[in-house]
């Protein structure tokens, strides 16, 4: 099956600065990456994907980029803002099971 | 959020005991997934299913088992649930025409003492 990792478990930012977070994939025929925040004691919720016929996609202050080849794809977070503070998850399309692989997440803090 | 009820939201049980956790969607969505969130591991999969009676087993799958009876509802049982069983049980749903989007309940929170 799918295997995903995400980097860093951690990221603190000031307000204004970029943030941008890592994440890999295993299986060369995974070919939806969703991206999902979650606030505390909430749900996840979808904030941008991107198919793998795709390399980026913007949304606003966020972006993704996806290298197939090397089979990682990343957020990118733009002017960030104290309500960006929340748990970023990413996830590849696992074909087999018809379901999300996800990463472990990243908490992402930002300073006033 | 896509109609997805979850019940209980919280619930506290003894090692040992059975628990069953409800999904219940609104939405019509062929497929439905349980999925377990613990600090560290991010969401992990147990079991999902693509239709009434056909479910599959995920990546966390031992220790609990689903059913779906109903399009609408899909039910997870810990047979006898154990401290390791303590996290934050999330369902999600998802229909073909969406693509992969996933859609999810708002987490059943299980604390086994």
């Known amino acids: 099956g799918e295997n995903v990792e995400q980097h860093p478990s951690t990221l603190s930012v000031q307000e204004g600065d970029s943030a941008v977070i890592k994440c890999t994939y295993s299986?060369?025929?995974?070919?939806?990456f969703p991206w999902y925040k979650q606030e505390l004691g909430k749900r996840p919720q979808l904030i941008i994907d991107?198919?793998?016929?795709?390399g980026e996609k913007k949304d606003q202050r966020i972006a993704v980029t996806l290298n197939k080849t090397a089979k990682h794809f990343s957020l990118h977070i733009t002017e960030t803002q104290p309500e960006d503070s929340a748990v970023y998850f990413c996830?590849?399309?696992?074909?087999?099971?018809?379901?999300?692989?996800f990463g472990s997440g990243t908490r992402l803090q930002v300073q006033p | 959020d896509a109609g997805i009820t979850q019940s209980p939201r919280h619930k506290v049980t003894e090692t040992g005991t059975p628990v069953t956790l409800r999904c219940h969607q609104t939405?019509?969505?062929?497929?439905m997934y349980w999925y377990r969130q613990d600090p560290g591991h991010g969401l992990r999969l147990i079991h999902y299913?693509?239709?009434?009676?056909?479910?599959d087993k995920g990546e966390v799958s031992d220790g609990y088992s689903v059913s779906r009876s109903k399009t609408e509802d899909f039910l997870l049982t810990l047979e006898s649930a154990t401290s390791s069983q303590t996290s934050v049980y999330f369902c999600?749903?998802?229909?073909?025409?969406?693509?992969?989007?996933?859609?999810f309940g708002s987490g059943t929170q299980l604390s086994v003492l």
């Open positions: 299986d060369s025929a995974s070919n939806y």
């Open positions: 991107i198919r793998s016929n795709v």
């Open positions: 939405e019509n969505h062929r497929y």
């Open positions: 299913s693509y239709g009434v009676k056909d479910t």
């Open positions: 996830a590849a399309y696992d074909t087999g099971r018809r379901a999300l692989t």
């Open positions: 999600a749903t998802r229909e073909r025409q969406e693509g992969e989007k996933l859609f």
